[in-house]
Structures are given as C-alpha cells and as structure tokens.
C-alpha cells in the first residue's frame, strides 16, 4: 500500500520589506534637483552624464532618485551643472529643521582657489530661505607657497581649534593660536598667509544672505 504524500505546506518566508522602511526622501530631493539644474541648462541625460563622467543610465536613476549618489558623484554633479553640491539637498532640507553630522562624516567640499592638502567639510547647512549658513571643519596638512585670498559675500567667523598660521585679512595680518578666532566681512580679501604649526585645523562659519531665484 502506497503512503501518500504529503503536502509541503505554503512558503511563509518573511519579507526583506517586513517591519523595514527605508524613506528616500533624501534621494528624491537629490534627483529632483539634479533634474532640474539639468533642465536649466537645457542639457539631455546624455549630455549631463557625459559632463559629469557617469552613464545616462546611472544619471536616469539618481534623478528618479532609485539610488543613493556618493558624495563623490555629487561632486562631479556639482560641476557639471556648475552648481554647488549644497543645491542639491535645498528641496530635501526645506522640509527639515536641523541637520547632524556624524563625527568625520562631514561633506567634503573642493572650493574654488583651495589647494592639495586643504581640506573643507561641509558640516550643515540651514534650511531658511533667505539667510544662508555654512559651517566647514577645514583641515591644512601641507604647507604652500602661494596661498588664495577668498572673497565672497557675507560674515565669516573662523575658531582656531589646532595649529598655528598667520591670517591674512586684508592689509592686516593675525597671529592665531588655538582658541583664537577672528570675525569678519567676507567680501574683504581673506585667507592663511603662513603656515606656522601643522596641521592647522579651524572652523569657518559663513553667513550670508541666500538670493532667491
């Protein structure tokens, strides 16, 4: 007599999806103004991915935001659509109304005039939309020859937190030693004139007034 077999019982295998939610709010609002920067300068996929070196099919996905673009990515964006990487995240952070960095986890940022061995942590950015403020962590490991004098709109406030430099504000130079700070308008040529003691690590905070398009 032949037993009968018996019945595997239906698949009850959990879902990844189960008690998961990951949100992509942030990779929406990153593709939505990828697009439309893109847009603005009347570019196609393939033009825009071809300036940023990526692939239209990578370029299709961060602006449908279905993936999470590295910051290097970001970077590469940024110049092609000659924006800055900040624009980027305006959509997602006018829904949000404060921003935490993880500790050396800062946004890295290639300023215009910077040179090897300098380095720009974006460490937030504020949310309002008339009053613009930018904290960097910046960190100098090699001294230069010749060094830029940055002039931009705005308030700068920087606090030395390591190292020695002379600071150049201007016709004036200053001394700075941890602890020393130094506030100024930012439209005055300003930047490190000498490099005493590496590695020079201050924070810069720039304030200015955010223009509306």
Known sequence: MKKAKKKSPPSSKPTLKQGIKKSNELEQAIGSQVRVFRNQLKLTVAE????????????????????SPSLATLNSLSQALNVPVTAFFRKYEEQRDCAYVPANQGLIIERQGS?????????????GKKLSVEPYLITINEKTDVFPLFQHDGVEFIYLLKGKVVYRYTDQTFTLSPGDSLCFDSDGPHGPEELIKLPVVLISVIVSSRLEG
């Open 48 to 67: 825009a991915a071809e300036a940023a070196e990526l692939s239209p099919g990578m370029l299709s996905k961060i602006e449908n935001g279905n993936i």
């Open 115 to 127: 040179r090897a061995g300098h380095q720009y942590q974006l460490l937030g950015h504020t949310m």
